[in-house]
């Protein structure tokens, strides 16, 4: 079961921006588009750990790995929304946002 807590939550939502999850407000209540992509104020954010290395360079089955996120067992990404049909998620590592497989993640609660 994944853990889902939606980024309408204020305080929640000042934690991911100040840890650098979120990009800036703009005015009024949206959220401004970031270079890499944006994310809505609707979408659920899931607390994941890698139980494998990632090196897409190494092991993606896509062509366009510059959209993937490198990664090592044992690092917390946030990802958001569901997994889309190639079976990646969009999340961030380090304030670095993009594409991970989902096979080589687990759920891990918040509490």
């Not at 961030?92 to 759920?107: A, C, E, I, K």
């Amino acid at each position: 079961m994944v853990s889902e807590i939606p980024i309408e939550d204020g305080e929640l939502k000042l934690r991911l921006f100040e840890q650098g999850f979120l990009p800036e407000e703009s005015s009024g209540n949206s959220i401004a588009p970031s270079e890499s992509s944006s994310v809505t104020d609707d979408v659920a954010v899931h607390r994941m750990v890698a139980i494998f290395d990632y090196d897409p360079w190494e092991s993606s089955p896509n062509m366009d790995i510059e959209d993937e996120l490198p990664f090592r067992a044992g690092d917390i990404i946030y990802v958001f929304g569901d997994v889309d049909s190639d079976g990646f998620y969009y999340g961030d590592l380090h304030g670095y946002r993009g594409l991970v497989p989902s096979n080589f993640l687990q759920p891990l609660p918040w509490d």
